[in-house]
């Protein structure tokens, strides 16, 4: 019989043995949301990866492998955000910065709530905007409640201030395709400190090769522009209007 392949979750822990869960947490969804990149954040990987060994960069390649894996037996779910509030920070840490995970089950609730694919634009983008996105969860369940050609139109707009829920939403919403403009910000203030758009989201009809090119690509990790906060800002005006 074949032996059962190590998950995510058992070869990230054995690099806790060496080192402080959250920070091995951390490494890893910033180097998965580099690799899915295409070359667009190679410095930030450069740079982080200088605080790990050869054969614990390895390990975080497997570990990788398989999320990958994982993800796809069990699609548009959350596999990040669970272990990250599980394992990576103390009850403590949640309680003081207001973190929680919502269930898939409520996730997939309220988008069928609020979507109903007959009431959306037959062409054209579609905006999405999420103030605090967390790990993505949200998104996830909004895009498997659209059709597969509504889903390509969408382009959200991804809001966190933990900048490890930023690289955990980057990795979900590019492995299933949802094009994606991540921001590491606060909603309330409208304090951005670093913003990376996905390859789903970036100039989609150029080939890829031609798409890490184009100056959005070459801008990953910067603030946004003061032509894109004025627009993010009207767009949580208007999310207040209808919500609030």
């Known amino acids: 019989m074949k032996a059962k392949s190590p998950d995510f979750r058992t070869l990230l822990k054995r690099l806790s043995h ?3 869960a959250r920070s091995v947490f951390d490494a890893f969804v910033c180097f998965a949301a580099c690799a899915l990149a295409a070359g667009t954040r190679e410095a930030e990987y450069l740079e982080a990866a200088k605080r790990w060994e050869k054969p614990e960069l390895e390990l975080f390649a497997e570990a990788f492998g398989a999320l990958v ?5 069990r699609p548009f779910e959350d596999l990040l955000g669970p272990h990250y509030m ?8 949640q309680q003081w910065n207001g973190e929680f995970h919502t269930p898939k089950c409520i996730c997939d609730l309220m988008a069928r709530m609020l979507v109903n694919p007959s009431d959306l634009p037959a062409e054209g983008p579609i905006t999405v905007c999420e103030p605090a996105c967390g790990a993505g969860a949200m998104i ?3 895009a498997q409640a659209c059709p597969p050609e509504v889903r390509h139109r969408l382009r959200v707009t991804a809001i966190d201030v ?3 829920a930023c690289h955990m939403a980057f990795v979900n919403t590019t492995l ?3 094009p994606t403009r991540v921001i590491h910000g606060n909603a309330l203030s409208m304090e951005c400190w670093a913003a990376w758009s996905n390859l789903h989201y970036l100039t989609p009809w150029l080939p890829q090769a031609l798409r890490v090119e184009t100056p959005e690509a070459k801008a990953q990790g910067k603030p946004p522009s003061p032509v894109e906060m004025e627009r993010l800002k009207t767009a949580l005006v208007q999310q207040e209007l209808v919500f609030g």
């Open 18 to 20: 060496h080192h402080d």
């Open 69 to 73: 894996a994982e993800m796809e037996s």
């Open 86 to 93: 599980e394992c990576a920070v103390s009850h403590k840490g």
């Open 140 to 142: 996830l369940s909004l």
């Open 162 to 164: 933990n900048r490890t």
């Open 176 to 178: 299933w395709g949802i």
